[in-house]
């Protein structure tokens, strides 16, 4: 089991962390996947995985289930996701202790997406606002827990201002998150400006790219209007070529993948947190190919 070390300190080592992100599967054959993804996943050494946690505190039992699975048959350093949506304080309570006695020492806060069919996030009457009040109760109760929080290089959806989103994140921070992992993007620019914006701003924790190999068009379609990323006319283009060859269209987005990986790599970002989608294939890849290229290590 990977516990000794947190992430917060790992990101100290300065070399680039690679980790990836699970969802809690829907049943039981999804769940078989997921773990046949899992063992390949466990020989490309990852730094840490995460496992989401599902709106509305709908996956709390899965999350936990899958997240102790990772961790006690695969040995990872897992990365349990928690969010504020449908959990009074006193709940959260019980399951960041719940987190903690089974051996997690890393969380990701989150404040949480409304759940399905609601569009507006409403906290529940005993709960909590916003990110950065969990990540102050994670604190206060562990202080030996690594905690990470996201961050928005093209600006949060609901954020009033990019400068208000990124002064939302430093509350974040001050209160105790030791990293921050981005939202997915598509144009390193993006994530290079959120990097001088945070610093500006005196975040000076490290910010972990959040990489999303695509799989077709109208998938990163649908994500990027969820979260507003912007779709480069490049991708779209080499997606509308690839058509209904779900093959081929996958190649597409993890050559897109290892040139933003790579690229943000050769610039010294502190690694990086793929969105996997539950499958191996593109983190196989993209490692065999940074690791002939020789960017996976740092003099
Ligand atoms: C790396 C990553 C992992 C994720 N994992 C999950 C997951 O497991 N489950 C899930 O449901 N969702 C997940 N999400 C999605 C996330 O829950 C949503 O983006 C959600 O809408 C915001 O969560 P947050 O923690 O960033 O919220 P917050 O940091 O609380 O911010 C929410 C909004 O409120 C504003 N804000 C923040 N603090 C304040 C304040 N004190 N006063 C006024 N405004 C404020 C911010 O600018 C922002 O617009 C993830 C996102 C990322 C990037």
Redesign the pocket.
């Known amino acids: 089991m990977k516990e000794s070390l947190s992430i917060g300190s790992l990101l100290e080592e300065g070399r680039p962390l690679r980790s990836v992100e699970f969802f809690p599967p829907k049943d039981e054959a999804a769940g078989d996947r997921m773990l046949r993804a899992a063992a390949e996943i466990q020989r490309l050494e990852p730094d840490f995985v995460s496992i989401?946690?599902?709106?509305g505190g709908s996956t709390r039992d899965s999350s936990l289930k899958y997240a102790r699975m990772l961790q006690e048959e695969f040995g990872f350093r897992v990365m349990p996701?928690l969010?504020c949506?449908g959990h009074s304080k006193a709940e959260l309570r019980e399951i960041i202790d719940e987190f903690h006695e089974s051996g997690f020492r890393n969380i990701?806060?989150?404040?949480?997406?409304p759940p399905k069919g609601e569009t507006n996030?409403k906290p529940h009457p005993e709960g909590l606002?916003?990110?950065?009040e969990l990540v102050a109760l994670i604190q206060e109760l562990h202080a030996d827990i690594s905690i990470g929080?996201?961050?928005?290089p093209e600006t949060?959806p609901?954020?009033p201002s990019p400068d208000?989103?990124i002064a939302?994140?430093a509350?974040?921070v001050r209160a105790g998150a030791t990293f921050i992992?981005?939202?997915l993007f598509f144009d390193n620019a993006a994530y290079f400006k959120f990097v001088d914006a945070c610093r500006k701003a005196d975040i000076g924790v490290p910010v972990i790219p959040?990489i999303l190999p695509v799989l077709n068009l109208p998938q990163v379609r649908r994500f990027c209007a969820m979260?507003n990323a912007k779709l480069p006319k490049g991708l779209e283009d080499r997606l509308k070529i690839a058509g209904e060859d779900a093959s081929v269209a996958q190649d597409v987005g993890i050559d897109w993948a290892h040139e933003q990986v790579r690229a943000l790599l050769e610039k010294n970002a502190p690694g990086f947190?793929l969105y996997i989608l539950n499958r191996a294939k593109a983190i196989r890849q993209l490692i065999g190919r940074l690791d002939s290229e020789g960017v996976l290590t740092r003099s």
Do not use: I, P, S, W
């Open positions: 989401t946690y599902g709106a996701h969010t949506v990701m806060a989150l404040r949480g997406d996030f606002h916003y990110a950065n929080v996201a961050g928005y949060h609901e954020a208000e989103d939302n994140l509350r974040k992992t981005t939202q959040g979260c947190h």
